[in-house]
């Protein structure tokens, strides 16, 4: 093809002449520009780990086995089916082969259009370099990609006739040849070259098939996409020996037979896959599934609200320690069904719940001799924060963590259980998906909840080697557990992404959100949020690739419920902390106000008909016992609970000022009742440690606890009228007699009562858990800089051509060798004349580098020089220079 015919071609460049064409994949980077090696460095960060020190070693840093790897699980469906193809093509391939190779022979419009972009793709992270006329993949990807016996290609394409044919003999040739109606070569290469013509050839080789009997054309229909390869018997029959004869199945070993990858293309009409597949699926709204925006993000803070309360109850259950940590690490299989039973919730959830507090630096180990799981100094601080900040910090921990908890109760690699809290729950692609999977959300309306279906076909597509075409893949568990885990934390709301969850991820929302209308919306007013909303939408529509496929082919989203473009991950911490600081200012006015009254009732119970203060919540706790949760909460009043009240050192005067100052309704009479009887008995025996004796001043009751056939266990005797002594500590007497109807007090030996509040365990100071990383980090525009630069002074010093020594030098590929007279003698000259000079230096470490530096002055046994290599002024000792030589000349 002309130049004239594809004047600009996007993703390509324009066909050099094959003299100007770069031999390597090295002279290919020398050709780009910065912004091109920043993009490919950007692309793949592991290429700059460490920096190389010139574009010869970044280009075979390039092709080793584990970056094109790596290189490859991040290409999407349609880039990888291209790099596919291309390794099935001649080498080098044309642009016009390539295109074909996809598009077939009827040249499909859409792959047609896309292609460009995925040689863009290819061409950017240096797997494919070269002139539109003489394309190369690098070969360490044409070994992974290209079929062989062993390794078969995506594409279903076998050997082509040359590799095919590679030892056979000439005879065999000649008369497969013959057999296929061309006149017989001279040697074996003309007549290979001569059946690739004819299998290339849609007229002769669609004549030749005409030709064939009916079950010859069946047998290679079931071959055509592979596997190409089948099996013969050593006599085979007469229509398999008619496709035999004519080369169109080619022995490779005794009994298999291969269909040359030449009569393969012919017969799939010219197509390397099946199915080409040039254009990301659309991810699609769920059936009556779009909701106002008011309502998911109410939605939305409602299951924020429990998410805070969740945690919070997770950590007072585990106030004074928590479970113990197993030998191996986490929490064993029952302490986790006593934890869902007391969150009320199933283990699955319960485990989400327990490792969410993980992520968020709430909950860790103790470290002690008998380790035990229990509360951070950090909660303590965060339950003081106000409930929008506490959220954020808990959606923030699930979005970057790579904890999965999913896969709790599952089996590692050694057949072990994957506990919660565990070692091996850390998967470096969940950070990822979560921020992919709510990026898509993002790219639908506003108030628009997916079909699932389509979000993980979406995902297989991006990424197709890390999420093969299965239900049960990682990648596709990852993001169906981040469906269920975004709205459980409240990110979403009846599916759809909320306007606190965009905002978590760095994205605009509608004018009206920051413009302080959250309120209206709460209170349902629709009009004024839609009336705020074109105008932050229209200022800030994303017409990115996201949001266009999202919304289907042909599909046009409302003009004030447009998509926004999704943010760049990683982000930078100050862009992380600005994204938390209005996601909270979202939330907040969503979130209902903490209440400081109840409403107590004659049946003995209190309802709280929203969140309680924090004050009035704790004394409540310790008051009453939760009886049903919800909208709102009950608590029940019973005499264990008064009892633990006054245990706590509370009196009954103290307890009915409380109940009248923060109750709605009168105080019941039955409630004060039960508190005075309560407090009447609280006391009245005492109990100290002798090893336990129980003292009382009315001795018919000491007379009744020893009537009593229940407190044969305590094995109790009288002392003196009004004390008995037990053979049991004192926590079992104290227990024993509760549960005979009695209300004991313990006493100290000084004899005053004991109060008994619960001691709040915590642990050291600990982080939170750092997420393991999926390979290097993405580098920022800084570190770019700076190893584009460092790259190309290097390269400069390696490729620059310089005069030829007499000795070991330049020329001999190795360090430039003089003495130190003839090096102090060569750049006290450079100084003078201003000439740049190519140096060996060998550092502290011992190091030997070359490098090229212009020479400022010398003194003291220093040479003082502006370094092109480093591309700064540096200082370096006469001594450890191995050498000097001059550049050739124009190269100063």
């Not at 709102?632 to 009954?652: C, E």
């Not at 030997?848 to 020479?855: D, G, K, L, M, Y």
């Amino acid at each position: 093809m002309s130049t004239e015919e594809h004047p600009t071609r996007p993703g390509g460049t324009d066909p050099a002449p094959a003299g100007n064409a770069p031999r390597s994949l090295a002279e290919a980077l020398r050709t780009r520009d910065d912004a091109s090696l920043a993009a490919l460095l950007r692309a793949r960060p592991d290429l700059i780990t460490p920096v190389p020190t010139d574009l010869t070693q970044l280009a075979t840093r390039a092709g080793t086995r584990a970056s094109v790897v790596r290189a490859l699980e991040r290409l999407d469906r349609f880039a990888l089916q291209t790099a596919e193809a291309l390794a099935v093509a001649s080498e080098p391939a044309a642009y016009e082969e390539l295109l074909a190779l996809l598009a077939g022979d009827d040249r499909d419009p859409t792959v047609t259009g896309a292609f460009p972009r995925a040689l863009g793709t290819l061409r950017e992270q240096a797997l494919v370099w070269g002139p539109d006329d003489r394309l190369r993949l690098v070969r360490t990807a044409r070994e992974l990609l290209a079929p062989s016996p062993q390794h078969p290609s995506p594409t279903g394409l076998g050997p082509t006739v040359a590799e095919a044919t590679a030892g056979m003999s000439p005879g065999r040739v000649q008369e497969i040849v013959t057999a296929a109606g061309l006149p017989s070569t001279h040697d074996s290469v003309s007549a290979r070259a001569a059946l690739t013509g004819l299998f290339t050839d849609r007229a002769r080789m669609s004549a030749l098939l005409d030709s064939a009997p009916a079950e010859s054309v069946d047998v290679l229909s079931r071959l055509v996409w592979g596997p190409p390869y089948g099996q013969v018997t050593a006599d085979p029959a007469r229509h398999l020996r008619w496709l035999i004869d004519r080369g169109l199945l080619l022995p490779t070993a005794p009994g298999t037979v291969v269909l040359p990858r030449e009569v393969a293309l012919h017969l799939r009409a010219g197509r390397a896959h099946r199915e080409t597949e040039p254009v990301a699926p659309p991810v699609q709204s769920a059936a009556a599934a779009t909701h106002r925006p008011q309502l998911v993000d109410s939605t939305a803070a409602g299951q924020a609200y429990t998410a805070l309360a969740t945690v919070e109850e997770l950590l007072k259950d585990w106030h004074e320690g928590g479970p113990a940590v197993l030998r191996a690490g986490g929490l064993s299989v029952r302490d986790l069904k006593r934890t869902a039973v007391a969150l009320d919730v199933s283990e699955p959830v319960a485990a989400f719940w327990v490792e969410l507090a993980y992520a968020a630096g709430l909950l860790a180990s103790d470290g002690a001799a008998e380790e035990r799981y229990a509360a951070t100094p950090a909660y303590d601080e965060w339950v003081e924060l106000p409930s929008a900040e506490r959220w954020v910090r808990l959606a923030s921990a699930w979005l970057t963590s790579t904890r999965a908890p999913g896969l709790v109760g599952g089996r590692d690699a050694k057949d072990r259980t994957l506990s919660a809290l565990g070692p091996g729950l850390d998967r470096s692609a969940a950070s990822e998906v979560r921020h992919r999977v709510l990026s898509l959300l993002a790219a639908l309306p506003e108030g628009a909840s997916p079909a699932a279906a389509s979000v993980l076909a979406r995902l297989q597509w991006e990424r197709p080697l890390r999420s093969p075409q299965s239900t049960d893949d990682l990648r596709t568990r990852l993001a169906r557990w981040t469906l269920s885990e975004a709205e459980s934390l409240g990110v979403t709301g009846r599916g759809a992404l909320s306007a606190q969850g965009r905002a978590l991820l760095g994205l605009p929302s509608a004018a009206g959100h920051d413009a302080g209308t959250a309120t209206n919306r709460n209170a349902g007013s629709a009009g004024g949020h839609d009336a705020g909303s074109a105008a932050g939408h229209n200022a800030g529509t994303g017409t990115g690739h996201d949001a266009v496929a999202a919304a289907g082919p042909g599909d046009k989203l409302p003009v004030h419920r447009r998509a926004h473009p999704a943010p760049e991950f990683p982000r930078s911490p100050a862009e992380q902390a600005a994204a938390a600081e209005r996601a909270a200012r979202l939330l907040a006015p969503l979130l209902p106000e903490p209440l400081d009254h109840v409403l107590l009732q004659a049946d003995l119970t209190a309802v709280a008909p929203g969140p309680l203060q924090r004050p009035l919540s704790d004394t409540l706790g310790v008051l009453a016992d939760v009886e049903s949760k919800g909208g709102a909460t009950v608590y029940r009043f019973t005499p264990g609970s008064v009892r633990r009240a006054l245990d706590a050192g509370r009196s009954a005067s103290d307890l009915h000022a409380f109940l009248a100052a923060h109750s709605r309704t009168p105080v019941p009479q039955p409630l004060t009742y039960l508190i005075d009887d309560v407090a009447r008995r609280h006391g009245h025996l005492r109990i100290g440690s002798a090893s336990a004796y129980v003292r009382c001043d009315d001795d018919s009751m000491l007379n009744e606890i020893l009537a009593d056939k229940r407190s044969q266990v305590l094995r109790l005797r009288r002392l003196a009228p009004t004390v008995l002594a037990a053979q049991a500590d004192p926590g079992a007497l104290l227990e024993g007699l509760r549960a005979m109807g009695f209300a004991p007090a313990a006493e100290s030996a000084e004899g005053d009562v004991l109060i008994t509040r619960a001691h709040a365990h915590r642990t050291p100071p600990r982080s939170a858990p750092a997420p393991v990383p999926d390979g290097p980090p993405v580098p920022d525009a800084t570190l770019l800089g700076a190893a584009v630069r460092a790259i190309r002074a290097g390269d400069l010093a390696s490729t620059t051509p310089r005069k030829p020594a007499s000795d070991s030098g330049p020329g001999s590929g190795g360090l430039p060798r003089t003495s130190p007279a003839e090096t102090l003698a060569t750049v006290q000259a450079a100084v003078m004349t201003g000439e740049a000079l190519w140096i060996g230096y060998v550092n502290a470490e011992g190091t030997a580098t070359q490098r090229v530096i212009a020479p400022i002055r010398v003194e003291g046994g220093f040479v003082t020089a502006y370094d092109h290599t480093a591309d700064e002024v540096r200082t370096y000792p006469l001594h450890r220079v191995t050498g000097v030589a001059e550049l050739a000349e124009g190269q100063a």
